[in-house]
């Protein structure tokens, strides 16, 4: 099974698909995509032809459980991060943060698998809780949003989500794939053409459904987290029911765990500056620059107008802002 990643090269990716999938395609918007040749508008939002196989299967037979934590994101808002995170934490009793971590060895995305992945791969440490990520948008979520499990989201604000995505894409891109320009991106990127897009419905699902069952989703900011890693690495442990304890917190177990996970711990790791993931991915792509702002160095002044409408009038009532 593929993953809602970015791994399909063009010209085979809808070739191998089932009859089924391949009739349903035929029935779908389609556009350009990024990193393979078309998108598609699947339960409403845009797939890769071999997700939509993919999510099909997994809406058919995943069966959730009440103890699995679900880490959800968009692509390119900090997924890595929380993956790392939440497995350290989780984990920490069988893993103290020492020398020897897991995390040391192995890409987050190793220890902490996509729902999609599940048929090929197998969680490194499968006991309970699982601890699984999506992309996949909460309305497409099946059994787990019926479930009691945990699901944990990240979002970061779309200008520098943008620009990470514009980036990552294109340095992934097959090479048979024509490069996609800044402005082309951007115009299919306002228009909620983008992996999992539109942006501003995969974060109001999410944002909606934690606003409802705060004890079962907990909605995080990138930017949040860079500002004061502590407090919510504090909400994140206790939201998942692994709290720390007063001897813990006088241990620094916080700030290790922290520090085990910060981008300059893993962007430095032999295992992270070499190899791919997802078949053909670098690794080394996954760490950038990690900084808040960095589409000032990107967007031009009309960019920054058009975006800043499309989040405002999108976002509008929700109480979900970005200040940028
Ligand atoms: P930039 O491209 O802005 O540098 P994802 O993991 O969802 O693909 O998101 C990738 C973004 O998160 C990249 O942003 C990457 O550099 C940043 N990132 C990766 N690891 C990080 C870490 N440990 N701490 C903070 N940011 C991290």
């Known amino acids: 099974m593929s993953t809602i990643t970015e791994n399909q090269l063009p010209g085979d990716e809808e070739e191998k698909l089932s009859d089924e999938c391949k009739e349903l395609l035929l029935t779908l918007p389609k556009e350009r995509g990024w990193a393979t040749l078309h998108l598609y508008q699947f339960q409403g939002f845009w797939c890769q032809p071999a997700e939509i196989q993919s999510i099909m299967a997994f809406q ?3 069966q959730a459980s009440d103890s699995d934590i679900v880490l959800a994101s968009v692509p390119k808002t900090g997924t890595t991060w929380l993956k790392a995170l939440t497995f350290a ?3 920490r009793h069988r893993f103290p943060i020492n020398k020897n971590h897991p995390l040391l060895t192995s890409n987050p995305h190793d220890l902490v698998p996509f729902l999609l992945e599940l048929t090929n791969l197998s969680c490194k440490f499968p006991d309970e809780p699982r601890l699984f990520s999506t992309h996949i948008p909460f309305p497409s979520l099946g059994t787990i949003k019926e479930s009691n499990c945990k699901i944990v989201y990240i979002c970061r604000n779309p200008f520098d989500t943008f620009v990470s995505a514009w980036n990552f894409f294109n340095r992934g891109r097959p090479k048979s794939l ?3 320009s ?10 909620g053409i983008i992996l999992c897009g539109p942006f501003w419905d995969h ?3 999410y944002w909606k459904e934690s606003l409802k069952r705060p004890h079962n989703v907990l909605f ?3 930017e949040d987290l860079k500002e004061d ?15 720390f304890t007063m001897e813990e917190e006088r241990n620094c177990v ?8 910060s981008f300059e711990t893993l962007k430095n790791l032999e295992v992270n500056k070499t190899g791919t993931f997802f078949q053909h991915f670098e690794r080394a792509s996954l760490f950038r620059k990690a900084e808040v702002g960095d589409w000032v160095n990107y967007l031009n002044p009309e960019m920054v107008e058009r975006l800043s409408k499309v989040i405002e009038e999108r976002l509008c009532g929700s109480g979900l802002s970005f200040p940028i």
Do not use: Q, S, W
């Open 60 to 62: 058919k037979h995943f």
């Open 89 to 91: 934490i989780v984990n």
């Open 178 to 180: 024509p490069p996609l």
């Open 182 to 191: 800044l402005d082309e991106a951007f115009d299919m990127y306002c228009k």
């Open 203 to 205: 974060m109001l699902g």
């Open 220 to 222: 995080l900011k990138y």
């Open 229 to 243: 890693g502590v407090f919510h690495l504090k909400r994140l442990a206790t939201f998942v029911e692994y709290p």
């Open 254 to 261: 916080i700030e290790d765990i922290a520090k085990l996970c």
